[in-house]
Nanobody, 114 residues
Framework: QLQASGGGLVQPGGSLRVSCAAS????????MGWYRQAPGKQREFVAH???????NYEDSVKGRFTISGDFTKNTVYLQMNSLKPEDTAVYFC??????????WGQGTQVTVSS
């Protein structure tokens, strides 16, 4: 029910924006966010935003990534600047009624390489 897009290949220091939109009907979403999974590593939290306007970021992306979205349309975006090779991962969008994700997108690949 969540469709992510916008991934791709970018050089170190570059920027990329990934997007996510809900298809079908998802009710009572209060939190939307992003997780990522790098090769050989566990999936990790990247950022989330709440309906009340609170945002939270994983320490390594603070100051570089910005989450935004529209709860009326169940869309969420992640603007990624100053990308590093260690940001290479599959990025998953999430949504839920609480901080625990209930819905997951299929993932979009982001590769940072020269």
């Amino acid at each position: 029910q969540l469709q992510a897009s916008g991934g791709g290949l970018v050089q170190p220091g570059g920027s990329l924006r990934v997007s996510c939109a809900a298809s079908g009907t998802i009710f009572s979403i209060n939190v939307m966010g992003w997780y990522r999974q790098a090769p050989g590593k566990q999936r990790e939290f990247v950022a989330h935003m709440t309906r009340g306007g609170t945002t939270n970021y994983e320490d390594s992306v603070k100051g570089r990534f910005t989450i935004s979205g529209d709860f009326t349309k169940n869309t969420v975006y992640l603007q990624m600047n100053s990308l590093k090779p260690e940001d290479t991962a599959v990025y998953f969008c999430t949504a839920g009624r609480t901080l625990r994700p209930e819905y997951w997108g299929q993932g979009t690949q982001v590769t940072v390489s020269s």
